[in-house]
């Protein structure tokens, strides 16, 4: 992968920042923007810009052939079998929520059992947490290993028969653990449930095929993959998703209005109430088309390689520690000794060094991890060694400076 012209695609990348050089490390929270998408972007606006799906006039043709373009380039890039079987979404938190409101509302009773893990992002534990409350569901959490993996044989001590949904992330956000989906959704399988992957952090970074790894429903948002944001997608299987009810009403979802009864248009249409997130829409499907034209095989390896150089660059700096396991996705989560994750996350700021510092969204896990939050550096396709190293040198002036303030 040649990243000096990836990083040439990025405008953003190109700027000082306090002085420095941008060196940016915030993907896991949202991704830069290339040229490709922007550019789509002020096309859809200054061209075509319409509603989809209502008017015969030019202008809307062309934005409701962007449109559905752009669902079908989803569904390729997900190896979804239809299209009906792709949900535009404003982002994986609105598609995880469709799921537990509807598929949880309609197939969970008292004496059922939602299953998770304490890495989940807030986003997949709370519409749980609510959905058990109104079903009288009970929420059970498979347990996770001392470096932050999970067991499938915990897997298969926690899943049982009174388990109706698995909801699990496919890399966690805080760990970089890449949980083993395609297993633990045959164990779920196995017992009668479902499972949900929340792909927000590995959709962006690793060739995605929902066919082969079985699941049934799986959520990711554009934000974080080179797209805009406001704009995700929920996919499910076209069998569980026939006989959901949509949760929005209105607008696009509509197919025959009654003075007393309505009738919904036919998927993926149902889920998709009011005007759609057309330009999101149509910047999603751009993006799309630019992470295929690099290569997610590419991404995923270059990212992989920065990962190892950056624990090991790290690991070197004293009272630094690493969390999660060795082998992992992009990011590296950690904390310097005495010295507050937002006071580190802020002197590398002032170095021009990006990263996120706090809970990351994910409380569970910092309890577990036994610490109130941590900074995070987390990689894509336009980071090289050389970021790490200016990361490097960074949390060494962090050290040098909060040394001499105690």
């Given at each position: ?129 609510q959905i ?170 270059h990212e ?30 950690f904390n ?71």
């Open positions: 992968m040649d990243v000096k012209a990836v990083r040439d695609a990025f405008p953003i990348l190109h700027q000082e920042v306090n002085g420095h050089p941008l060196v940016y490390l915030d993907s896991s929270a949202t991704s830069q923007k290339p040229n490709q998408v922007i550019e789509k972007l002020e096309e859809y606006y200054r061209g075509y810009n319409s509603n989809v799906h209502r008017g015969v006039h030019t202008l809307g043709t062309r934005a409701t052939d962007e449109y559905e373009g752009a669902r079908e380039k989803v569904r390729r890039f997900i190896n979804a079998e239809s299209t009906q079987e792709v949900i535009f979404t404003r982002g994986t938190t609105t598609a995880i929520n469709t799921v537990a409101a509807s598929y949880g509302r309609e197939n969970l009773q008292e004496g059922d059992e939602i299953v998770i893990t304490p890495m989940e992002h807030h986003s997949n534990i709370i519409p749980w947490q058990a409350k109104e079903t009288g569901a009970s929420l059970k959490y498979m347990p996770l290993q001392a470096d932050g993996t999970i067991s499938l044989d915990d897997a298969e001590n926690t899943i049982t028969d009174q388990t109706k949904i698995v909801a699990v992330m496919q890399v966690s956000n805080v760990l970089g653990t890449i949980n083993p989906i395609k297993e633990l959704g045959k164990i779920a399988h196995k017992h009668g449930a479902v499972i949900l992957v929340d792909g927000a952090q590995s959709a962006p970074h690793m060739k995605i095929d929902v066919q082969d790894m079985d699941c049934d429903f799986y959520a990711f948002s554009g934000h974080k993959m080179c797209g805009p944001t406001g704009i995700g997608v929920l996919y499910g299987k076209r069998s569980l998703l026939k006989e959901m009810e949509p949760v929005e009403f209105g607008g696009e979802m509509i197919d025959f209005v009654n003075l007393y009864d309505s009738t919904w248009k036919e998927l993926p249409w149902k889920f998709e109430g009011g005007t759609p997130i057309i330009a999101g829409a149509v910047g999603l499907g751009a993006a799309i088309d630019f992470l295929t034209e690099v290569g997610l095989e590419e991404i995923e390896a992989h390689k920065l990962a190892q150089y950056a624990q090991q660059k790290m690991s070197e700096i004293e009272g630094l520690t690493i969390y999660g396991p060795k082998e992992r996705a992009g990011l590296v989560t310097i000794s005495d010295v507050h994750p937002h006071d580190v996350a802020t002197v590398l700021d002032a170095e021009g060094i990006a990263v996120r510092a706090g809970h990351h969204c994910a409380q569970p896990l910092m309890r577990w991890l036994d610490v109130t939050a941590t900074a995070r550096a987390s990689f894509y396709l336009y980071n090289t060694e050389d970021d790490i190293d200016r990361l490097v040198q960074g949390l060494q002036t962090t050290k040098e400076y909060f040394g001499d303030v105690f």
